[in-house]
Nanobody, 115 residues
Framework: QVQLVESGGGLVQAGGSLRLSCAAS????????MGWYRQAPGKQRELVAS???????NYEDSVKGRFTISRDNAKNTVYLQMNSLKPEDTAVYYC?????????WGQGTQVTVSA
């Protein structure tokens, strides 16, 4: 019932910007916690940012001040605006929906930041 589709990844130079989008379907989207995770080769998947149904946000320390998560419940879409990108931001970025004990994941979108 729930489907998440990420888009917006690509190759950028250090200092550049990207905006990731997550198009979500399903009746539970508006009441769910949404998040962006990333996974670099050989590393664990980590939480980058999250946003509650009420708009409360949380960020991993390394992206604070550079990334902004937002949501448009009318469009069932979650965004991650990424500014001042660094090579260490390179990873596959995944959209996540969490509702009660259930988790849903998108297929991921590649972000590559060159030095």
């Amino acid at each position: 019932q729930v489907q998440l589709v990420e888009s917006g990844g690509g190759l950028v130079q250090a200092g550049g910007s990207l905006r990731l989008s997550c198009a979500a379907s399903g009746s539970i989207v508006s009441i769910a916690v949404m998040g962006w995770y990333r996974q670099a080769p050989g590393k664990q998947r980590e939480l980058v940012a999250s946003i509650t149904s009420g708009g409360i946000t949380n960020y991993e320390d390394s992206v604070k001040g550079r990334f902004t998560i937002s949501r448009d419940n009318a469009k069932n879409t979650v965004y991650l605006q990424m500014n001042s990108l660094k090579p260490e931001d390179t990873a596959v970025y995944y959209c996540n929906l969490r509702w009660t004990s259930r988790n849903y994941w998108g297929q991921g979108t590649q972000v590559t930041v060159s030095a």
